[in-house]
């Protein structure tokens, strides 16, 4: 485990500052959490923010893909147990699918930890439901999106268009392009 520690404390040294608009929208007081979405969404990002910005100060996390060479020989079970025996209070899991019984493997934490949050990823919409565990009544699923061209322009620009909805667009497109234009003067450019 001190090995997923280092490695966490590396990635969180570099974590991307600008958010993905998801971080706000999930309910993180639950005991678990899915976030399902295409691979390069933004969703180990997504996790690494939740620890290093949002986690109440005493808190203790842990960070771990389960695509790390650590689960060859070590299984996850053993790992939250050992964590929570530690002080561990959330527990974020990178990459499930790659990851064989993973389903079973997270309803024996949820069930066995009752303490314990745990927050897994996968870019396999497929693996999630096909686990071989019914997860259904303990997860709350959310799906990142993949980027969408407003927000590549917070990251780029660092300003923050609002979302609107397209009837919205197709009535006021022309003030919409005017207010646009007065905060770009290159929006078409970068796109």
Partial sequence: MEKLLTLQKLFLDKVFTKERYLITKINWSNRLIAIKGARGS???TL???QIKFYLPKDAEPLYASLDNLYFLEN???DLAE?????????LFLDEVHKYPNWSREIK????QFPKLKTVFTSSSMLE???GESDLSRRVVPYYLKELSFREFLYFKTGEKLPILDLEDILKNHK?????ISTKLNTPFKIF
Avoid at 82 to 90: K, R, Y
Avoid at 108 to 111: E, F, H, Q
Avoid at 175 to 179: D, F, K, N, S
């Fill in 42 to 44: 933004g969703k180990t």
């Fill in 75 to 77: 299984n996850l079970v």
């Fill in 82 to 90: 050992e964590f929570v025996l530690q002080g561990g209070t959330h």
């Fill in 175 to 179: 003030e919409y392009a005017r207010e």
């Fill in 108 to 111: 024996l934490i949820y069930d």
């Fill in 128 to 130: 999630i439901y096909k």
């Fill in 47 to 49: 996790l690494l923010q």
